[in-house]
């Protein structure tokens, strides 16, 4: 497996991120890309909480789905391969109060086929961080097919 072997390609990884529209709609920040880790964030308002005024947990999700997929491309040829979520598994620890979320991305073990990645949540409260979710992914590794190439 290759890492990321410049800031070109971290940048890469980063507008590619930051141009999903998703990623817009919910505010979601790139906090950091470097090889094997990744580390998004999302700020404390009103449409990313659900009614009790927590963050929703689709909000938690998206931060693994896409920190995780993101770090599991800092260890691929960018040039020849992409990746997408196989699947993940996201354990719900503790209610996320506080006024940002923080999800980090790291590559458990990297494959040719699927990479391993571990995330962890945390919610800043009172300048406090609290862990409120874990999360283990794995993610495709898959070859960028040529149009008519068959």
Known sequence: MTEVPCPIVAAAIRATLESQGFTK????????????????AVDRRPEVLQQAGLFHGGVIAYLVDNATTAAAATVID????????????????SPSLGDRLTCRAEVV????LLTVVEAKVTCRTGGEEKLVAVALA?????????PGAG
Do not use: F, Q, S, W
Not at 25 to 40: C, N, Q, S
Not at 109 to 112: A, F, I, L, T, V
């Open 25 to 40: 709609l919910i505010g979601a920040e790139v906090v950091l890309v470097e090889p094997r880790v990744v580390v998004m």
């Open 78 to 93: 960018r040039a020849t391969r992409t990746v997408i979520t196989a699947e993940y598994k996201i354990n719900l620890l």
């Open 109 to 112: 073990k990297p494959g040719r």
């Open 138 to 146: 794995t993610i495709a590794n898959l070859d960028i097919k040529t």
